[in-house]
């Protein structure tokens, strides 16, 4: 038996933030008010209205894709049955080079070896991967500066690299950096198996022992 599933995330809700031809005329006025010259001259502010600036928050976030998939098989006969099954999960997250990771596989059998013995074994053992799925806290976090950087402020510099610097905004990490640059990933394994024989010496009287064994 086969079953699956995908789906879909994004961010509920972005911070409605001035844009770029705004926010330079406000970064004048400013300075204006402060006696120091203008940062931004008239023909940037008109090409920051006409063609826009820097939507961080846009450069952060993504449309998150998911699937599951499931596969199992059931059988037996009148003195032996099993059940297996195997899961992958593959989640992506809403910030950009993040997402989590998962395999399972179970295997339960039970046999009956005779009118009084019967076996059973399960078995269970999964493997998980996280990247990036901790981004951090105040300067350090990708979306806290992606909300810090101006929007005349461009991601990338003339020759290709990340702009190190925000000279208006955020004396603080480029939040593509901080999300590309770096790699935090964490990865873990667990693996379960549990046996046991009962024995029926006579009716409404068994003997049931049981073993476990854990791997982590």
């Not at 998939?69 to 059988?75: A, E, K, R, V």
């Not at 999960?89 to 399972?104: A, H, P």
């Amino acid at each position: 038996e086969y079953q699956g599933q995908a789906s879909i995330s994004n961010v509920i809700y972005k911070y409605d933030l001035l844009n770029a031809g705004d926010f330079a005329t406000i970064v004048n006025e400013k300075n204006e008010a402060l006696d120091l010259n203008p940062a931004f001259t008239q023909q940037e502010i008109d090409s920051y209205y006409q063609n826009g600036g820097t939507n961080w928050q846009d450069a952060v976030y993504r449309t998150a894709f998911s699937n599951e998939h499931q596969l199992g098989f059931s059988g037996g006969d009148e003195k032996t049955t099993f059940l297996i099954s195997a899961n992958f999960l593959d989640q992506e997250g809403i910030i950009k080079n993040s997402g989590f990771k998962r395999y399972t596989l179970r295997s339960n059998v039970t046999s009956e070896i005779n009118d009084k013995l019967v076996f059973r074994i399960n078995l269970t053992g999964a493997s998980m991967a996280n990247l990036n799925t901790y981004a951090g806290y105040a300067t350090n976090n990708p979306v806290v500066q992606s909300l810090a950087w101006a929007p005349t402020t461009p991601m990338y510099d003339e020759n290709g690299n990340y702009t190190m610097n925000d000279p208006i905004g955020s004396l603080k990490y480029n939040p593509l950096a901080l999300i590309y640059d770096r790699e935090n990933k964490i990865e873990r394994s667990f693996a379960n198996a549990v046996s046991g024989l009962r024995y029926e010496f006579v009716k409404g009287l068994t003997f049931d022992v049981q073993l476990a064994l854990d791997y982590t």
